[in-house]
């Protein structure tokens, strides 16, 4: 659980740092082993801005391999709460939130979790696989090509040959 106490905060700019266990966020099964989670407040008179900038270590089975790796994920989010909010809402790159100064206690849990799942490629592949950002190591042949014939295949083309052609 990611929350702030608003009166522990100093007013202006002011940084935290804290690391974060996937058990904090409920995501034990995504892959993510810990996040390193970088807070910078700006609090003002009647609002509080929040950017979350988030780190992630996780140990992922490439999609192609098969093999397991470990890789950085980074993502950033930010979350401004302001007073006389009549709509609150969500976008791709943060979130505006009613600012209530009655209640001491706001919780981020939701936004940080969000941020880090999204974080998490669709397809995961083994680093080894990329280069200068590209994806390398992969070529598709079609057809028979009789200098390079897979020993492999030699069975299932004997056996093709020998059936009867209708």
């Known amino acids: ?13 002011s940084e935290e740092e804290r690391l974060l266990g996937p058990e904090d966020l409920e995501i034990e099964h995504s892959g993510v082993k810990q996040i390193r989670l970088q807070l910078r407040f700006h609090k ?27 890789t950085e994920l980074e993502s950033d989010y930010e979350v401004v ?24 206690t706001f919780d981020i849990t939701r936004e940080i979790r969000d941020s880090v799942l999204l974080s998490i490629p669709v397809k995961k592949l083994h680093p080894r696989y990329y280069k200068n950002g590209e994806v390398t190591g992969f070529e598709a042949r079609f057809g028979i090509d009789d200098e390079e014939s897979d020993p492999r295949w030699d069975a299932l083309r004997k056996l093709k040959q020998e059936l009867p052609k209708n």
């Not at 659980?1 to 202006?12: A, H, K, T, Y």
């Not at 950017?51 to 098969?66: E, G, T, W």
């Not at 009549?86 to 600012?99: A, I, K, M, P, V």
């Open 81 to 104: 709460f302001q007073q006389n909010v009549e709509d609150e809402r969500e976008e791709l790159s943060g979130t505006l939130r009613r600012l209530d100064t009655s209640r001491n």
């Open 1 to 13: 659980m990611v929350s702030i106490r608003l009166n522990e905060i100093p007013d202006g700019l």
């Open 44 to 70: 003002q008179e009647d609002n509080l801005r929040i950017k979350c900038h988030m780190v992630s270590q996780a140990n992922f089975i490439c999609d192609r391999s098969l093999d397991t790796f470990e």
